[in-house]
C-alpha cells in the first residue's frame, strides 16, 4: 500500500483532517469471509490474512500495521515540516507545571521566544512583549541554575542562538557627540535594553559553567564566529580569540581611539593573563609590548587605566624580567603636557616598582629618576607631591637608598630646592622629609651633592649673565649703536641651552 505524502504545510493539515475516513474505507475492503485464515491470494489483489472480521487478533494486527505506517508519515511529516501550534508546548507554561521529560522541550520554546530583539528606543512600543520576554528569562535563569540541570544538544543550540541574538550587537555611544567612545566621566551608563541583556549575560555564564556541560559537545555550537566575543573555557579556541581582541586593540590604538569596551576587555583579560602558564609565550609578551603599553597614549587611557595597570601588574609578576620592558615603556609614553596623566602614570609607577627585584631596578634607574626630577620640579602642585610621596614607600625608598650613590646625584638639587622655598605646604614638608632622609642615610654624600649643586648653580648663573650681554648688545645694534662685525663672536652664546634645563622633559 503506497501513502500520498503531502508537499505542503496546508495539504499535510488536510490528509490529517482525513485520515479516519482514509482507514474506514480501508476496512471496508477486506473481505469479510475466507476459507483459510491466513490465505495468501497469487494475483497480487488487496487481500488480507483475516477470514473473518469477528477474529479480534486478526483485526487488531491489522489496525496495528495501518496505525503504524500512518506513525510512520506523521513522523516524516514533522521532520520537514514545523510543528503546527497545537503540538508546541507553550513558552508561558511554568518548568513546574510539565514533566520531567518535558521540560528540555519547554527550555527550547522559551529560549526561541526571548530570541527576538526589540526595540528599546521606543519606549511606549512593545511594553507587553517586553515585560513577557523579562519573566521568561528570569525563569529560564532560575532553571538553569539547578544543580540536576542536564541540557540535550537542541537546547544548547537554543541557548547559543537566544545568546547571539541578543548580545552580538552594536554598542550604542554614550554620547551621539562625543568625540571619542571612551569618556572620563566616571557616571554610570547602561544600555537601554539592560533589563533584558543584563539576564542574558547571566544565562550565558551560567551555561558555560554548568558541571554537567561537556565541552566536547558544546564547542558544536561555540563555533568561531561566537567565540569571536566570548572568551570561554575552550582552550581549544582561546589562542583565536586573544588574536581577535588584539586585533580590536590595535584599531582602537593606531587608528581611531573609539571604543566602548576597551575597560571591560581588559578586565577580563586580566584574569586570562593570572591564568598564563610559565614561561611566557612570546604571543604573550608580544601582547604586552604591542598592545598593553602603547594603550597608555590615547587621551581616553584614564577610562581604563585602572584595568591596564592590573593587567600590566599581572604581566610583571607572572615574569620579574618584563619590568624594565614596562617602565621604558612607560617613559617613552609620558605625558609632558597633561598633568592629570602624569599622576596616572606616577601612580601606576608606584604598584610597578612595589615588586620590582633589585636587579630589574638597577637596569632602569638612571633614565627612571631623571624623569622622577622633572616631577619633583613640576609647576602643578599635585604632580610635585605625588612623586614625593614615591619616599613614603617603605620599599621603594629601600631600593633608593641601597642605590643612593647614583640617584641622589640626580634629584638632588630638586629636592633641596623644594624644601627651602615652595608655594605649596605640603609639598614644603615632603621635601623636608627626604632631606632628612638623605642626611640621616649618608651625610657625606650629601655634603658632596650639595657642592656639585653650588657649582650647577653657578655655571648657571655665569651662562645666563653671557646671554643678557649679548642680547643687549643686539639690541645696541638694531639701534645703530655698534657696527655688525663687533658682535659676531658673541652670537654662538644664544645658541647654547641652559644647562638646568630637564632633557627628557623637552
Known sequence: ?????????????????????MIKQILAKLPRKSSKSNQNYSDGSNATAAADLTNNGSFTNTCNVISSRLNVVKKMSSSIFPTSNGDMIQP????????????????????NLCSIVYD????????????????????????LGSDSVKL??????????????????????????????????EDPWFDPAWSHLQLVYDIL????????????????????????????KFMVHRSFIRMAVSNIMYQFVYETEKHNGIAELLEIF???????????????????????????????????????????????????????????????????????????????????????????????????????????????????????????????????MCNRQVIMPIVFSSIQQNSKKHRNRTVLNLAQNVMKMFND????????????AEEDKSATTMVAERRRLTWERLETVASGGFGFQHIVGSVSVLEKTDTTTCVSCQ
Not at 511594553?127 to 529560564?140: A, C, F, G, M, S
Open 1 to 21: 500500500m503506497s501513502i500520498f505524502v503531502p508537499e505542503s504545510p496546508g495539504l499535510l493539515l488536510a490528509a490529517n483532517s482525513t485520515i479516519p475516513t
Open 92 to 111: 508561558h507554561l511554568s518548568f513546574k507545571d510539565v514533566q520531567s521529560s518535558e521540560k528540555s522541550r519547554l527550555l527550547i520554546s522559551k529560549l
Open 120 to 143: 528599546f528606543n521606543d519606549q511606549d512600543k512593545d511594553n507587553v512583549e517586553k515585560d513577557q520576554k523579562r519573566q521568561v528569562l528570569v525563569e529560564i535563569l532560575d532553571y
Open 152 to 185: 540535550s544538544e537542541p537546547a544548547m543550540s537554543a541557548i547559543c542562538k537566544t545568546c547571539g541574538n541578543n548580545l552580538f550587537r552594536e554598542f550604542p555611544p554614550k554620547y551621539s557627540d562625543s568625540p571619542r567612545g571612551e569618556t572620563e566621566d
Open 205 to 232: 555564564l551560567r551555561f558555560v559553567s554548568l558541571t554537567s556541560l561537556d565541552p566536547k559537545v558544546a564547542k558544536q555550537y561555540i563555533d568561531h564566529p561566537f567565540l569571536l566575543k566570548i572568551y570561554g
Open 270 to 400: 586580566g584574569s586570562v593573563i593570572s591564568g598564563f602558564t610559565l614561561p611566557l609565550k612570546k604571543e604573550h609578551k608580544a601582547f604586552l609590548s604591542r598592545v598593553l603599553i602603547p594603550l597608555h597614549k590615547p587621551k581616553s587611557v584614564g577610562s581604563y587605566h585602572h584595568q591596564l595597570t592590573y593587567c600590566v601588574v599581572q604581566f610583571i609578576e607572572k615574569d620579574p624580567k618584563l619590568t624594565s620592558v614596562v617602565i621604558n615603556g612607560l617613559l617613552k609614553y609620558w605625558p609632558v603636557t597633561s598633568s592629570q596623566k602624569q599622576l596616572m602614570f606616577l601612580s601606576e609607577l608606584e604598584e610597578v616598582l612595589e615588586i620590582i627585584r633589585t636587579d630589574e631596578f638597577e637596569k632602569i634607574m638612571v633614565p627612571l629618576f631623571r624623569r622622577v626630577k622633572c616631577c619633583l620640579d613640576s609647576y602643578h602642585f599635585q604632580v610635585a607631591e605625588r612623586a614625593h610621596f614615591l619616599w613614603n614607600n617603605e620599599h621603594i625608598r629601600h631600593l633608593i
Open 441 to 452: 642615610a649618608d651625610e657625606q654624600l650629601v655634603l658632596s651633592c650639595q657642592g656639585k
